[in-house]
């Protein structure tokens, strides 16, 4: 039920902390998505709104989406049921890259529109919902998923949605440099290996008298027939004394 008695602050004054946070991707949101859980945390707190997700695009796996975050176990089960049923307004917006505000889910289009996602929704108590496209380089990314009521002389108020739009615009920011942040990490990675391969192959070449063609052919044989990761046993050519392991100096004759 819609209270309309209800006054909330004006929002502008405590926006500009929130979308600092989130245009700031920092290292501990590498792995677990943290700009997309902070945006979920921050639109949770606008006035109207009840329950947010975020459903995104996943970059491992091409057209395909995943739910990366919610406020709550409904809202996180709502978004899940719109991968299930694969309708849904997230999934459209992801689809289109367009706004949808304010949407009243008990009028009979919505119901025709999504007809397994609106029922879902009714039945938590969500009869309005709001979903705000997250766009990077002119294509979706994720959505912002706001749930709230919505009765004859009630909507999520205006000023609610023009902030959840510009938390997820700064939020999007915060996902670019994020994901420059993980490819660094990657390239990093790699140089790092590639160094410590080149370094075992001179090594083992030198140790046996091998060509360093040769030699990373046994490491990586080696490697696939013990099920040993081959930066492993690189470390282990390289750490190790030169008597131990499986390529142990030949003993003088």
Known sequence: MCD?????????QQLTPLLLDLADAAPRDLDNGGVL?????????????EATAVISVDERRT?????VAASDDASGQLAQAQLEF?????????????RLADLPLGLPSFRSRWPRY?????????TGITVIPLCHEDRAI???????QHCRHHALPGES?????????AAVIGVAHERQLR??????AALTSRIAIEQAKGMLAERFEWTTHKAFELLRSYARSHNTRLNDLVRSVIDGPPTEGPFRRPSPR
């Open 4 to 12: 309309e008695s209800i006054h909330q602050p004006p929002i502008p």
């Open 37 to 49: 859980r902070r945006l979920t945390d921050h639109s949770r707190k606008l006035p109207g709104v």
């Open 63 to 67: 057209n395909t989406a995943k739910v």
């Open 86 to 98: 694969d309708e849904g307004p997230g999934l459209e917006a992801l689809r289109t890259g367009r």
């Open 118 to 126: 609106v029922p879902r929704s009714l039945s938590e108590g969500f």
């Open 142 to 148: 994720a959505a912002l998923h706001l749930h709230h």
């Open 161 to 169: 949605v023009r902030a959840a739009q510009a938390l997820s615009d």
């Open 183 to 188: 490819y660094v990490d990657q390239l990093q």
